[in-house]
């Protein structure tokens, strides 16, 4: 079973900036493997944040959160990281990691073709 855990949560207020980790078990849990942020706020289904492949030269976002975030990986590490700045009120929500289903080059942006995600961890935009 591959384990996902998400860390860097928190409070912060408009504007401000936080930098969210998610740490995989084991060396090759997420090598090779397209990997994504996704986020639920209240009353709201889950949506696609991020995405960002295998190697890492290639990504996608949200037009929501374009320009303002930013998912990097370090397969050394087992880590994948999403980078938020000029965070808004609408960026409250619990955000989750996921790794893609097999060994695939597409960077999909349904929730349906990731199938390990962490626990999430809550990030909550408010002055």
């Known amino acids: 079973q591959v384990q996902l855990v998400e860390s860097g949560g928190g409070l912060v207020q408009p504007g401000g900036s936080l930098r969210l980790s998610c740490a995989a078990s084991?060396?090759?849990?997420?090598?090779?493997?397209?990997m994504t942020w996704f986020r639920q706020g209240p009353g709201k289904e889950r949506e696609f944040v991020a995405a960002i492949s295998g190697g890492g030269s290639s990504t996608r976002y949200a037009d929501s959160v374009k320009g303002r975030f930013t998912i990097s990986r370090d397969n050394a590490k087992n880590t994948v990281y999403l980078q938020m700045s000029s965070l808004k009120s609408d960026d409250t929500a619990v955000y989750y990691c996921?790794?893609?289903?097999?060994?695939?080059?597409?960077?999909?942006?349904?929730?349906?073709?990731?199938?390990?995600w962490g626990q999430g961890t809550q990030v909550t935009v408010s002055s």
């Open positions: 996921g790794r893609r289903r097999g060994v695939v080059a597409d960077i999909s942006r349904s929730a349906s073709d990731y199938d390990y």
């Open positions: 084991g060396r090759t849990a997420i090598r090779n493997y397209v």
